[in-house]
């Protein structure tokens, strides 16, 4: 090659790195026990879904959800289950627990369109309920971001009531998570399922009619 940089050589921590290929065999494990745990929750969450009646644009999804998985969020692998599921250009009804490498797991309501004046009303008033859970509610310029810090969320509780109705005021959704690290014993013991279920209940007062 003529005209460009000339590589750098390997250090040898990168080429210690190279040679080990335990990381590969312990994310195969992981993604594939982590694969299982999201289709039990898609599954037990489709029985939930069947025994209520929710505050939702027309069309979602509440039968098949969607499991998908890939290798770039901000450069790390990442495994997700939507159930239920609607996301267009003018409104999202969306259930989705999100494994994300490095981050931990977390469960996120994404609710906008037709409705989103009734779900902000409704958060609202269970500020208190959602204090005890730890849920954060997003404040970045759209859904999809997934830091967890301070420019991206606020924490739902009723001291930050104020600050909350002025960030959503002009805010096109609303999106409330709860996060589960890798060191709490749900995600050591494999029982990301039951508190996806448990989580998705706790916010279910939001969207029912």
């Given at each position: 090659m003529t005209g460009g940089i000339s590589p750098k050589p390997l250090t040898p921590e990168e080429l210690r790195v190279l040679e080990d290929v335990r990381p590969f065999r312990i994310r195969e494990k992981v993604i594939g026990s982590l694969q299982t745990n999201f289709d039990d929750l898609r599954?037990?969450?489709?029985?939930?879904?069947?025994?209520?009646?929710?505050?939702?644009?027309?069309?979602?999804?509440?039968?098949?959800?969607?499991?998908?998985?890939?290798?770039?969020?901000d450069g790390l692998p990442y495994l997700f289950v939507d159930m239920p599921?609607?996301?267009?250009?003018?409104?999202?009804?969306?259930?989705?627990?999100?494994?994300?490498?490095?981050?931990?797991?977390?469960?996120?309501?994404?609710?906008?369109?037709?409705?989103?004046?009734?779900?902000?009303?409704?958060?609202?008033?269970?500020?208190?309920?959602l204090e005890a859970l730890d849920v954060y509610v997003s404040v970045?310029?759209?859904?999809?971001?997934?830091?967890?810090?301070?420019?991206?969320?606020?924490?739902?509780?009723?001291?930050?009531?104020?600050?909350?109705?002025?960030a959503l005021r002009g805010q096109p959704y609303l999106k409330c998570s709860?996060?589960?690290?890798?060191g709490e014993p749900e995600f050591r013991e494999g029982r990301v399922d039951e508190v996806g279920l448990y989580t998705f209940q706790a916010f279910e007062p939001l969207v029912l009619i």
């Open positions: 599954r037990r969450l489709v029985g939930h879904l069947q025994h209520g009646s929710y505050l939702a644009p027309p069309g979602v999804d509440y039968l098949h959800g969607k499991i998908g998985q890939g290798e770039h969020l599921r609607f996301i267009t250009q003018e409104s999202s009804f969306t259930y989705r627990t999100l494994f994300w490498w490095g981050d931990g797991v977390s469960f996120s309501f994404i609710l906008s369109g037709p409705h989103l004046s009734h779900y902000r009303e409704r958060l609202m008033e269970s500020l208190a309920i970045g310029e759209n859904p999809w971001e997934w830091q967890r810090d301070r420019s991206n969320t606020i924490k739902a509780e009723p001291r930050n009531a104020n600050q909350l109705a002025r709860r996060f589960l690290g890798f």
